[in-house]
Nanobody, 122 residues
Framework: QVQLVESGGGLVQPGGSLRLSCAASGFTITNYAMSWYRQAPGKERELVARITTAGGSSTHYANSMKGRFTISRDNAKNTVYLQMNSLKPEDTAVYYC??????????????WGQGTQVTVSS
């Protein structure tokens, strides 16, 4: 059974840090592009960061997250992380983990987690 389980969300003060985890089961993340998205109330879901294994490991960040957020993966644990530093109130959202297949045999696969709430407030 395919699952993505996010954890690590919570309430943090502005300027604080959180580390989100996304534990995958039922598939191997090395065959997938792994991403974090977020959705704030009344707004569309947006890409936060993506990590792929093409030629090693490459990362991509939304402009507003560059320098503050870091995406990483632990292939042995089949887990992806999002380290979030210097958090701002506008970072408040539900954060979702996503996996999209990058091989010829799994490109139709697109998996989502249930989301974890991050609230940045004093």
């Amino acid at each position: 059974q395919v699952q993505l389980v996010e954890s690590g969300g919570g309430l943090v003060q502005p300027g604080g840090s959180l580390r989100l985890s996304c534990a995958a089961s039922g598939f191997t993340i090395t065959n997938y592009a792994m991403s974090w998205y977020r959705q704030a109330p009344g707004k569309e879901r947006e890409l936060v960061a993506r990590i792929t294994t093409a030629g090693g490991s490459s990362t991509h960040y939304a402009n507003s997250m560059k320098g503050r957020f870091t995406i990483s993966r632990d292939n042995a644990k089949n887990t992806v992380y999002l380290q979030m530093n210097s958090l701002k109130p506008e970072d408040t959202a539900v954060y979702y983990c996503n996996a999209v297949g990058v091989r010829s045999w799994n490109r139709a696969n697109d998996y989502w987690g249930q989301g974890t709430q991050v609230t940045v407030s004093s």
